[in-house]
């Protein structure tokens, strides 16, 4: 494990809500050492900022603020912040609404000319372009999925949940829990979004897609189902994807409640690792590139309640969990060999739901 220190931001809660009681001041930074992360230190007072992104050189950070109102009319929102790369500390450049309501997931694309948000409470995303002094400029693209799934209470509407695009194609994929589906766009140089809807990825009804993760090959792509827990394998074909294999985050027999949370592929390329909450674990499948296929080999306890999120470490060693809610995140030393999860070390942090390191 490397002992260098390593920086690391976390996303969390604020406020009191539906699903959780968030108690945080807002974007939190930790140091990490390989073995052990610091107390967290308040870098930004915002509200519920429950999903972070960056630059690539890690001098700008962007938030969702995920509420239904926002600066008084409905709607969430989302902030950019400039970051000073020796301190870390976070200056406010500013904010905007999102178009949406519920703000939860945000990215920037490939060349760091927009900044994309999916709207997870109205099922929308939106497209703003950057400023040059890394602000969050004009609103320039606005999409609205339609339609509805079987889940009574969670499939009633669209609800997209991530931005993540394809490292050949330069796609947008767009997973909506409320679709059972995976929305394909072409982004244009003007920032407008073209939908393919020959390239849409479906799933099984009430499979609740949540979010997607490359393997390092770019020629696979995983796909993590909230409402059935499980995980697709999906290998590409020309412009699209096909469905190999779907498999279970569970272990054999588990009867209780479970919502998929986080999905990772390791540096490696050699294992899939998904978050369990409700089992309260971390799944890790063998990943086989020839064959396309998965297999579980290890379900393993995060030592708290709801993992929302988790990383690996930059030199690979360690996995770092988020248990949103016993307020922890939880060091396990990954060897892949075995594999195996080791408890290292706990650190108390207040509802920690996004985790993400900076260069």
Not at 57 to 73: K, L, W
Not at 104 to 110: T, V
Not at 297 to 322: H, M, N, Y
Request: charged fraction near 20%; proline fraction near 6%.
């Amino acid at each position: 494990m490397d002992s260098g220190l390593q920086s690391l931001v976390i996303g969390a809660y604020t406020e009191k809500l539906a699903h959780v009681d968030g108690h945080a001041a807002g974007i939190l930074s930790a140091k990490f050492d390989g073995i052990s992360m610091s107390a967290p230190m308040v870098e930004a007072v915002v509200t519920n900022p429950s999903w972070l992104t960056s630059t690539a050189d890690g001098r700008f950070v962007y938030a969702v603020m995920e509420t239904a109102m926002f600066e008084g009319e409905p709607g969430g929102g989302v902030a950019a912040y400039a970051r000073n790369p020796h301190t870390g500390h976070l200056v406010l450049l500013n904010k905007a609404p999102s178009a949406g309501v519920e703000p939860a997931h945000l990215e920037l694309d490939p060349r760091e000319r927009f900044l994309l948000v999916a709207n997870y409470g109205s099922g929308s995303i939106s497209v703003f372009s950057r400023e040059t002094d890394g602000g969050i400029g004009k609103m320039v693209e606005h999409v609205q999925h339609a339609g509805a799934s079987v889940h009574p209470i969670r499939q009633t509407s669209p609800h997209a949940h991530q931005i993540l695009f394809d490292p050949v194609t330069g796609n947008l994929l767009a997973p909506d829990l409320g679709l059972d589906a995976v929305l394909v766009y072409r982004l244009g140089s003007n920032g407008a979004l073209t939908q393919r809807p020959e390239a849409r990825i479906k799933t099984a009804s009430g499979a609740g897609p949540r979010h997607l993760a490359f393997h390092p090959d770019g020629h696979h792509l995983f796909l993590l189902n909230e409402l059935d827990s499980t995980v697709i394998v999906l290998r590409r074909n020309a412009d699209h994807f096909d469905q190999v294999q779907v498999a279970s985050t569970l272990p054999v027999g588990f009867k209780g409640h479970n919502q998929a949370s986080a999905i990772r592929v390791s540096k490696s390329g050699n294992y899939i690792l998904t978050a369990n909450r409700g089992h309260d674990s971390i799944a890790v499948f063998a990943f086989d590139k020839f064959n396309s296929a998965v297999e579980l080999k290890l379900v393993e306890p995060t030592l708290g309640r709801q993992p929302r999120d988790f990383v690996q470490s930059p030199d690979a060693g360690t996995i770092i969990v988020g248990n949103q809610d016993s307020d922890t995140v939880v060091i396990f030393a990954f060897d892949e060999r075995t594999p195996r999860l080791t408890f290292v070390s706990q650190t108390s942090v207040p509802t920690p739901v996004c985790l993400r390191f900076l260069s």
